[in-house]
């Protein structure tokens, strides 16, 4: 079974076991969090919600927080001697899905 989770603006296809990265969730490493836009569930039975599946929630513990790639770029503009480089690196949450569960 997996679903398809809304987390940060940003859509996750998760099944238990898996650890994803989603948007900084600002709570503590060893917490557990609970996705209830679940948008899609699949498997043996197929649901689909509009916009969400109702009755269904995922479970996940946090692990800690992860860094993406360095991202660089260059403001420059010619004939004023001008040349800026900066650079942003962003952080993430790493989730381990524990459980999709079905909520009465």
């Known amino acids: ?57 995922v479970r996940g513990e946090v692990l800690g927080i992860s860094k993406g790639p360095k991202i660089t770029f260059v403001k420059y503009r010619p004939s004023h001697n001008e040349r800026r480089k900066h650079g942003h690196r962003q952080k993430y949450s790493r989730v381990k899905i524990t459980e999709i569960q079905k909520v009465n």
């Open 1 to 57: 079974m997996y679903a398809i989770i809304q987390s940060g603006g940003k859509q996750y296809k998760v099944k238990q076991g898996d650890e994803v990265d989603v948007e900084l969730l600002g709570v503590e490493d060893g917490s557990t969090v609970v996705f209830k836009e679940v948008l899609f569930i699949g498997g043996d039975v197929v649901e689909v919600g509009s916009p969400a599946v109702q009755n269904v929630v």
